[in-house]
Protein backbone atom coordinates (compact mmCIF):
# COMPACT_ATOMS: atom_id res chain seq x y z
CA UNK A 1 0.00 0.00 0.00
CA UNK A 2 1.03 3.36 -0.64
CA UNK A 3 0.26 6.45 1.59
CA UNK A 4 -0.31 9.85 -0.43
CA UNK A 5 -0.33 13.01 1.15
CA UNK A 6 -3.63 15.16 1.24
CA UNK A 7 -1.99 18.02 -1.12
CA UNK A 8 -1.26 15.36 -3.52
CA UNK A 9 -4.15 13.55 -2.79
CA UNK A 10 -6.19 16.85 -4.06
CA UNK A 11 -3.85 17.18 -7.27
CA UNK A 12 -4.65 13.61 -8.64
CA UNK A 13 -8.41 14.38 -7.67
CA UNK A 14 -8.34 17.25 -10.00
CA UNK A 15 -6.14 15.19 -12.80
CA UNK A 16 -9.12 12.32 -12.14
CA UNK A 17 -11.91 14.78 -12.56
CA UNK A 18 -10.71 16.56 -15.75
CA UNK A 19 -9.77 13.13 -17.29
CA UNK A 20 -13.44 12.06 -16.66
CA UNK A 21 -14.76 15.81 -18.43
CA UNK A 22 -12.55 14.95 -20.85
CA UNK A 23 -14.11 11.36 -22.24
CA UNK A 24 -17.58 12.96 -21.39
CA UNK A 25 -19.22 11.82 -18.51
CA UNK A 26 -17.81 8.47 -17.82
CA UNK A 27 -17.48 7.96 -14.44
CA UNK A 28 -14.47 6.58 -12.13
CA UNK A 29 -15.88 5.04 -8.87
CA UNK A 30 -13.52 5.94 -6.06
CA UNK A 31 -13.30 4.31 -2.55
CA UNK A 32 -10.73 5.65 0.06
CA UNK A 33 -10.37 5.05 3.80
CA UNK A 34 -9.53 7.88 6.19
CA UNK A 35 -6.18 7.45 8.19
CA UNK A 36 -4.73 10.17 10.69
CA UNK A 37 -3.08 13.03 9.21
CA UNK A 38 -5.44 14.18 6.72
CA UNK A 39 -3.37 11.21 4.53
CA UNK A 40 -5.45 8.76 2.08
CA UNK A 41 -4.90 4.90 1.72
CA UNK A 42 -5.14 3.61 -2.18
CA UNK A 43 -4.13 0.59 -3.89
CA UNK A 44 -1.09 0.35 -5.68
CA UNK A 45 -3.09 -0.37 -8.94
CA UNK A 46 -4.84 2.87 -8.25
CA UNK A 47 -1.89 4.74 -7.38
CA UNK A 48 0.03 3.64 -10.55
CA UNK A 49 -3.35 5.00 -12.33
CA UNK A 50 -3.91 8.24 -10.61
CA UNK A 51 0.00 8.66 -11.26
CA UNK A 52 -0.64 8.00 -14.86
CA UNK A 53 -3.44 11.30 -15.04
CA UNK A 54 -1.26 13.25 -12.95
CA UNK A 55 1.57 12.66 -15.92
CA UNK A 56 -0.80 13.06 -18.75
CA UNK A 57 -3.21 16.17 -17.72
CA UNK A 58 -0.35 18.31 -15.24
CA UNK A 59 0.38 20.68 -17.74
CA UNK A 60 -3.41 20.99 -18.99
CA UNK A 61 -4.28 22.00 -15.47
CA UNK A 62 -1.53 24.16 -14.63
CA UNK A 63 -2.51 25.98 -18.30
CA UNK A 64 -6.41 26.32 -16.93
CA UNK A 65 -4.76 27.62 -13.84
CA UNK A 66 -2.78 29.85 -15.20
CA UNK A 67 -5.24 31.21 -18.21
CA UNK A 68 -7.65 31.65 -15.22
CA UNK A 69 -4.64 34.08 -12.87
CA UNK A 70 -3.39 36.06 -16.04
CA UNK A 71 -5.77 36.69 -18.90
CA UNK A 72 -7.17 40.22 -18.65
CA UNK A 73 -10.69 39.59 -18.55
CA UNK A 74 -12.17 37.37 -16.12
CA UNK A 75 -12.61 33.53 -17.85
CA UNK A 76 -15.31 31.21 -16.61
CA UNK A 77 -14.75 27.43 -15.94
CA UNK A 78 -16.99 26.63 -18.57
CA UNK A 79 -15.33 28.31 -21.33
CA UNK A 80 -12.14 26.96 -20.71
CA UNK A 81 -13.52 23.66 -20.45
CA UNK A 82 -15.29 24.02 -23.90
CA UNK A 83 -12.58 25.07 -25.10
CA UNK A 84 -10.60 21.50 -24.41
CA UNK A 85 -13.09 19.60 -25.64
CA UNK A 86 -13.33 21.29 -29.10
CA UNK A 87 -9.68 21.43 -29.28
CA UNK A 88 -9.53 18.35 -28.74
CA UNK A 89 -11.80 17.09 -31.34
CA UNK A 90 -10.06 19.67 -33.70
CA UNK A 91 -6.59 18.05 -33.11
CA UNK A 92 -7.32 15.33 -35.02
CA UNK A 93 -7.50 17.70 -38.11
CA UNK A 94 -10.22 16.55 -39.61
CA UNK A 95 -13.04 19.71 -40.55
CA UNK A 96 -15.63 16.89 -40.05
CA UNK A 97 -14.89 15.68 -36.95
CA UNK A 98 -16.52 18.48 -34.18
CA UNK A 99 -17.11 18.87 -30.51
CA UNK A 100 -20.72 20.11 -29.94
CA UNK A 101 -22.67 22.05 -26.82
CA UNK A 102 -25.67 21.50 -25.90
CA UNK A 103 -27.13 24.26 -27.54
CA UNK A 104 -24.83 23.48 -30.76
CA UNK A 105 -25.91 20.03 -31.23
CA UNK A 106 -29.58 20.75 -30.84
CA UNK A 107 -29.45 23.32 -33.76
CA UNK A 108 -27.61 20.27 -35.72
CA UNK A 109 -30.15 17.70 -34.91
CA UNK A 110 -32.94 20.47 -36.03
CA UNK A 111 -31.01 20.29 -39.59
CA UNK A 112 -32.59 16.93 -40.10
CA UNK A 113 -36.38 18.24 -39.53
CA UNK A 114 -36.15 20.28 -42.38
CA UNK A 115 -37.32 23.17 -39.88
CA UNK A 116 -35.44 25.64 -37.75
CA UNK A 117 -35.09 29.59 -37.32
CA UNK A 118 -32.01 31.03 -39.35
CA UNK A 119 -31.11 33.15 -42.05
CA UNK A 120 -32.92 31.57 -44.88
CA UNK A 121 -29.96 30.81 -47.35
CA UNK A 122 -27.77 27.34 -48.28
CA UNK A 123 -24.08 27.53 -47.76
CA UNK A 124 -21.04 25.46 -48.16
CA UNK A 125 -17.70 25.45 -47.78
CA UNK A 126 -15.82 27.38 -50.64
CA UNK A 127 -12.64 27.05 -52.24
CA UNK A 128 -11.03 29.16 -50.19
CA UNK A 129 -12.34 27.85 -46.74
CA UNK A 130 -14.93 30.28 -46.26
CA UNK A 131 -18.81 30.02 -46.78
CA UNK A 132 -20.12 30.53 -49.74
CA UNK A 133 -24.00 31.18 -50.24
CA UNK A 134 -24.91 28.64 -53.05
CA UNK A 135 -29.06 29.31 -52.44
CA UNK A 136 -30.99 32.02 -51.74
CA UNK A 137 -34.75 30.59 -49.75
CA UNK A 138 -37.96 32.57 -50.61
CA UNK A 139 -39.22 34.47 -47.88
CA UNK A 140 -36.20 34.59 -45.78
CA UNK A 141 -33.95 37.03 -44.23
CA UNK A 142 -31.19 36.64 -46.88
CA UNK A 143 -33.42 37.79 -49.39
CA UNK A 144 -34.84 40.61 -47.72
CA UNK A 145 -31.23 41.95 -46.72
CA UNK A 146 -30.03 42.10 -50.18
CA UNK A 147 -27.77 38.77 -50.20
CA UNK A 148 -27.10 37.34 -53.25
CA UNK A 149 -26.00 33.62 -54.59
CA UNK A 150 -22.15 33.47 -54.72
CA UNK A 151 -21.70 35.73 -51.99
CA UNK A 152 -19.29 34.48 -49.04
CA UNK A 153 -19.80 35.11 -45.48
CA UNK A 154 -16.37 35.90 -43.96
CA UNK A 155 -17.60 36.05 -40.23
CA UNK A 156 -20.12 35.51 -38.18
CA UNK A 157 -20.78 38.09 -34.97
CA UNK A 158 -17.28 38.57 -35.63
CA UNK A 159 -15.68 35.46 -35.35
CA UNK A 160 -14.57 34.09 -38.77
CA UNK A 161 -15.22 30.45 -39.98
CA UNK A 162 -12.43 30.35 -42.56
CA UNK A 163 -11.52 26.55 -42.98
CA UNK A 164 -13.39 25.29 -40.08
CA UNK A 165 -15.79 22.91 -39.17
CA UNK A 166 -18.86 23.74 -42.02
CA UNK A 167 -22.16 22.15 -40.01
CA UNK A 168 -20.73 24.09 -36.43
CA UNK A 169 -20.50 27.46 -38.99
CA UNK A 170 -23.50 26.67 -39.91
CA UNK A 171 -25.65 26.00 -36.61
CA UNK A 172 -24.07 29.28 -35.61
CA UNK A 173 -26.25 30.93 -38.66
CA UNK A 174 -29.14 29.38 -36.86
CA UNK A 175 -30.99 30.58 -34.05
CA UNK A 176 -34.32 31.70 -31.82
CA UNK A 177 -36.61 33.58 -34.35
CA UNK A 178 -36.32 36.90 -34.13
CA UNK A 179 -32.65 37.15 -32.83
CA UNK A 180 -29.99 39.05 -34.74
CA UNK A 181 -27.08 37.60 -36.27
CA UNK A 182 -24.13 40.23 -37.60
CA UNK A 183 -22.51 38.95 -40.84
CA UNK A 184 -19.49 39.77 -42.57
CA UNK A 185 -19.90 39.43 -46.20
CA UNK A 186 -17.63 39.48 -49.22
CA UNK A 187 -19.02 40.41 -52.82
CA UNK A 188 -16.71 41.16 -55.82
CA UNK A 189 -13.85 41.74 -53.88
CA UNK A 190 -15.20 44.32 -51.65
CA UNK A 191 -16.57 43.58 -47.39
CA UNK A 192 -19.42 45.15 -45.88
CA UNK A 193 -21.89 44.04 -42.90
CA UNK A 194 -25.37 43.03 -42.68
CA UNK A 195 -27.58 42.15 -39.41
CA UNK A 196 -30.04 39.95 -40.23
CA UNK A 197 -32.97 39.03 -37.91
CA UNK A 198 -33.58 34.87 -37.56
CA UNK A 199 -36.82 33.97 -38.94
CA UNK A 200 -38.34 30.79 -39.25
CA UNK A 201 -37.77 28.63 -42.37
CA UNK A 202 -39.48 25.44 -43.36
CA UNK A 203 -37.12 23.88 -46.13
CA UNK A 204 -38.78 20.66 -47.72
CA UNK A 205 -35.51 18.63 -48.76
CA UNK A 206 -37.72 17.56 -52.12
CA UNK A 207 -39.85 20.30 -54.92
CA UNK A 208 -40.75 18.72 -58.40
CA UNK A 209 -42.42 20.07 -61.59
CA UNK A 210 -42.97 19.52 -65.27
CA UNK A 211 -40.37 20.63 -68.23
CA UNK A 212 -40.02 20.28 -72.20
CA UNK A 213 -43.71 21.04 -72.45
CA UNK A 214 -45.03 18.75 -69.67
CA UNK A 215 -43.44 15.54 -70.61
CA UNK A 216 -40.36 15.19 -68.71
CA UNK A 217 -40.14 15.13 -64.88
CA UNK A 218 -37.67 17.12 -62.65
CA UNK A 219 -37.32 16.89 -59.40
CA UNK A 220 -34.89 18.84 -57.09
CA UNK A 221 -33.44 17.27 -54.11
CA UNK A 222 -31.68 19.85 -52.02
CA UNK A 223 -30.88 17.36 -48.76
CA UNK A 224 -31.39 14.18 -47.57
CA UNK A 225 -33.60 14.49 -44.21
CA UNK A 226 -36.24 12.50 -42.45
CA UNK A 227 -38.77 12.93 -44.98
CA UNK A 228 -36.94 13.00 -48.10
CA UNK A 229 -36.99 9.53 -49.57
CA UNK A 230 -40.47 9.77 -48.78
CA UNK A 231 -41.21 12.67 -50.65
CA UNK A 232 -39.02 11.59 -52.97
CA UNK A 233 -41.09 8.22 -53.75
CA UNK A 234 -43.83 10.59 -54.09
CA UNK A 235 -43.16 12.77 -56.40
CA UNK A 236 -42.22 9.55 -58.49
CA UNK A 237 -45.06 7.99 -58.29
CA UNK A 238 -46.93 10.80 -59.69
CA UNK A 239 -44.54 10.94 -62.93
CA UNK A 240 -45.04 7.50 -63.43
CA UNK A 241 -48.33 7.28 -63.39
CA UNK A 242 -48.98 10.18 -65.52
CA UNK A 243 -46.10 8.51 -67.75
CA UNK A 244 -43.96 11.42 -68.31
CA UNK A 245 -40.78 10.95 -70.91
CA UNK A 246 -38.14 11.13 -68.72
CA UNK A 247 -36.84 12.01 -65.44
CA UNK A 248 -34.22 14.66 -64.12
CA UNK A 249 -32.91 14.36 -60.76
CA UNK A 250 -31.05 17.52 -59.46
CA UNK A 251 -28.45 17.11 -56.83
CA UNK A 252 -26.58 19.80 -57.64
CA UNK A 253 -26.08 22.18 -54.61
CA UNK A 254 -26.98 19.19 -51.96
CA UNK A 255 -24.45 18.91 -49.63
CA UNK A 256 -25.43 15.59 -48.28
CA UNK A 257 -27.60 14.31 -44.96
CA UNK A 258 -28.90 10.73 -43.66
CA UNK A 259 -27.30 8.08 -45.62
CA UNK A 260 -30.43 5.80 -44.96
CA UNK A 261 -32.52 8.45 -47.10
CA UNK A 262 -30.26 8.89 -50.32
CA UNK A 263 -29.78 4.42 -49.64
CA UNK A 264 -33.68 4.21 -50.67
CA UNK A 265 -33.61 6.54 -52.79
CA UNK A 266 -31.39 4.47 -54.71
CA UNK A 267 -33.60 1.76 -53.80
CA UNK A 268 -36.38 3.55 -56.43
CA UNK A 269 -33.87 3.93 -58.87
CA UNK A 270 -31.73 0.71 -59.30
CA UNK A 271 -32.39 -3.20 -59.55
CA UNK A 272 -31.10 -5.56 -57.32
CA UNK A 273 -27.19 -4.75 -56.20
CA UNK A 274 -24.57 -2.54 -54.28
CA UNK A 275 -25.04 1.58 -53.39
CA UNK A 276 -21.79 1.56 -51.83
CA UNK A 277 -19.07 -0.45 -49.25
CA UNK A 278 -18.18 1.21 -45.96
CA UNK A 279 -14.97 0.64 -44.16
CA UNK A 280 -13.98 1.11 -40.62
CA UNK A 281 -11.14 2.40 -39.11
CA UNK A 282 -8.99 -1.25 -39.42
CA UNK A 283 -9.75 -1.60 -43.08
CA UNK A 284 -10.66 -4.91 -42.80
CA UNK A 285 -14.44 -4.89 -41.40
CA UNK A 286 -17.20 -3.08 -44.36
CA UNK A 287 -20.97 -2.68 -44.07
CA UNK A 288 -22.35 -3.06 -47.44
CA UNK A 289 -25.54 -1.04 -48.59
CA UNK A 290 -27.78 -2.56 -51.23
CA UNK A 291 -30.82 -2.13 -53.41
CA UNK A 292 -33.47 -4.90 -54.05
CA UNK A 293 -35.23 -5.47 -57.80
CA UNK A 294 -38.17 -2.79 -58.48
CA UNK A 295 -36.63 -0.09 -59.76
CA UNK A 296 -38.86 2.73 -62.00
CA UNK A 297 -38.90 2.31 -65.50
CA UNK A 298 -38.64 5.97 -66.39
CA UNK A 299 -34.94 6.81 -68.06
CA UNK A 300 -33.63 9.43 -65.79
CA UNK A 301 -30.69 11.67 -65.54
CA UNK A 302 -28.86 12.75 -62.46
CA UNK A 303 -27.58 16.80 -62.47
CA UNK A 304 -24.38 17.19 -60.22
CA UNK A 305 -21.93 20.10 -59.94
CA UNK A 306 -18.84 20.76 -57.62
CA UNK A 307 -21.50 21.35 -54.27
CA UNK A 308 -22.66 18.06 -54.41
CA UNK A 309 -21.16 16.13 -51.42
CA UNK A 310 -21.22 13.28 -49.28
CA UNK A 311 -24.86 11.35 -49.50
CA UNK A 312 -25.12 12.72 -52.82
CA UNK A 313 -22.13 11.40 -53.99
CA UNK A 314 -23.31 7.60 -52.24
CA UNK A 315 -26.00 7.88 -54.82
CA UNK A 316 -24.68 9.44 -58.02
CA UNK A 317 -21.67 6.42 -57.58
CA UNK A 318 -24.46 3.92 -56.93
CA UNK A 319 -26.17 4.79 -60.40
CA UNK A 320 -23.03 5.52 -62.54
CA UNK A 321 -21.42 1.99 -61.42
CA UNK A 322 -24.88 0.39 -61.93
CA UNK A 323 -25.49 1.83 -65.29
CA UNK A 324 -28.93 3.59 -64.38
CA UNK A 325 -29.20 6.61 -65.92
CA UNK A 326 -26.62 9.56 -67.24
CA UNK A 327 -24.81 11.73 -65.08
CA UNK A 328 -24.41 15.25 -66.02
CA UNK A 329 -22.98 18.55 -64.93
CA UNK A 330 -19.34 18.88 -63.05
CA UNK A 331 -16.54 16.64 -60.70
CA UNK A 332 -18.83 16.42 -57.35
CA UNK A 333 -16.97 17.84 -54.32
CA UNK A 334 -14.89 14.29 -52.75
CA UNK A 335 -16.41 13.80 -49.53
CA UNK A 336 -16.20 10.32 -49.53
CA UNK A 337 -16.39 9.83 -44.90
CA UNK A 338 -19.30 9.05 -43.27
CA UNK A 339 -19.84 11.19 -39.90
CA UNK A 340 -21.95 9.72 -36.89
CA UNK A 341 -23.96 12.69 -34.49
CA UNK A 342 -24.03 11.41 -31.37
CA UNK A 343 -25.42 13.05 -28.15
CA UNK A 344 -23.74 12.80 -25.02
CA UNK A 345 -25.65 12.24 -21.33
CA UNK A 346 -25.01 15.89 -20.77
CA UNK A 347 -27.23 17.47 -23.91
CA UNK A 348 -23.88 17.83 -25.62
CA UNK A 349 -22.61 16.00 -28.34
CA UNK A 350 -20.34 15.38 -31.42
CA UNK A 351 -20.35 14.79 -35.04
CA UNK A 352 -16.99 12.43 -35.25
CA UNK A 353 -15.85 10.35 -38.60
CA UNK A 354 -16.41 6.90 -38.27
CA UNK A 355 -15.50 5.26 -41.87
CA UNK A 356 -14.82 5.43 -45.56
CA UNK A 357 -17.34 4.48 -48.32
CA UNK A 358 -16.67 3.32 -51.58
CA UNK A 359 -18.34 3.03 -54.98
CA UNK A 360 -20.07 -0.41 -55.87
CA UNK A 361 -16.52 -0.65 -57.85
CA UNK A 362 -14.08 -0.52 -55.20
CA UNK A 363 -13.02 3.40 -56.28
CA UNK A 364 -12.98 5.79 -53.56
CA UNK A 365 -14.39 8.95 -53.63
CA UNK A 366 -12.80 10.78 -50.58
CA UNK A 367 -10.79 13.36 -52.43
CA UNK A 368 -11.87 12.52 -55.64
CA UNK A 369 -15.34 12.77 -56.23
CA UNK A 370 -17.48 11.45 -58.81
CA UNK A 371 -17.08 12.54 -62.71
CA UNK A 372 -19.88 13.08 -64.93
CA UNK A 373 -21.09 11.09 -67.97
CA UNK A 374 -21.20 14.28 -70.02
CA UNK A 375 -18.76 17.40 -68.21
CA UNK A 376 -20.99 20.55 -68.68
CA UNK A 377 -18.75 22.79 -65.77
CA UNK A 378 -20.54 25.50 -66.21
CA UNK A 379 -23.83 25.72 -66.42
CA UNK A 380 -24.30 29.43 -67.94
CA UNK A 381 -21.09 29.78 -69.96
CA UNK A 382 -22.54 32.71 -71.62
CA UNK A 383 -24.46 34.65 -68.64
CA UNK A 384 -27.57 34.64 -70.97
CA UNK A 385 -29.67 32.63 -68.19
CA UNK A 386 -29.51 29.30 -69.87
CA UNK A 387 -29.50 26.63 -67.61
CA UNK A 388 -26.94 23.76 -70.15
CA UNK A 389 -26.32 21.33 -67.79
CA UNK A 390 -30.22 21.00 -67.70
CA UNK A 391 -30.24 21.38 -71.48
CA UNK A 392 -27.94 18.85 -71.80
CA UNK A 393 -30.16 16.42 -69.40
CA UNK A 394 -33.36 16.91 -71.61
CA UNK A 395 -31.25 16.51 -74.32
CA UNK A 396 -30.39 12.80 -73.27
CA UNK A 397 -33.64 12.17 -72.60
CA UNK A 398 -35.02 13.28 -75.97
CA UNK A 399 -32.60 10.87 -77.75
CA UNK A 400 -33.24 8.03 -79.36
CA UNK A 401 -30.85 5.89 -77.08
CA UNK A 402 -32.39 7.14 -73.92
CA UNK A 403 -32.53 4.31 -71.33
CA UNK A 404 -29.37 2.52 -73.07
CA UNK A 405 -26.28 3.75 -71.25
CA UNK A 406 -23.11 4.35 -73.91
CA UNK A 407 -19.60 4.57 -73.45
CA UNK A 408 -18.78 8.18 -72.91
CA UNK A 409 -16.29 8.89 -75.33
Do not use: C
Not at 72 to 92: I, R
Request: proline share 2%; hydrophobic share 40%.
Amino acid sequence: MFIIKKRNFIFMLSAVFLAGMLVFGVGFKLSFDVVGGGARIVSAADYEEYSAYKDNYAELIGFDEYLKDNFYMPVSAETLEVGAYKGMFASLGDRYTVYYTADEYRRQSENTQGEFSGIGATVSMDESGYLGIVEILPGGAAEREGLLVGDVIVSIDGVSYEGQDLNGAVALLHGEEGSEVRLLVRRNGEEFEKTLIRAKVITPSVSSEWLADGNIGYIRVSSFANRTAEDFGAALRDMEEKQAGGLIIDLRNNGGGLVDRGVEIADMLLDAGTVATVRSRDGTESTVYTTEDGATRLPYVLLVNGETASTSEILAGAVKDNSGGYIVGAKTTGKGILQRLERFAGGDGARITVAQYFTPNGDAVHGVGITPDFIVDDPDPNGDGADMQLEKAIELLSSETTGQRQPVE
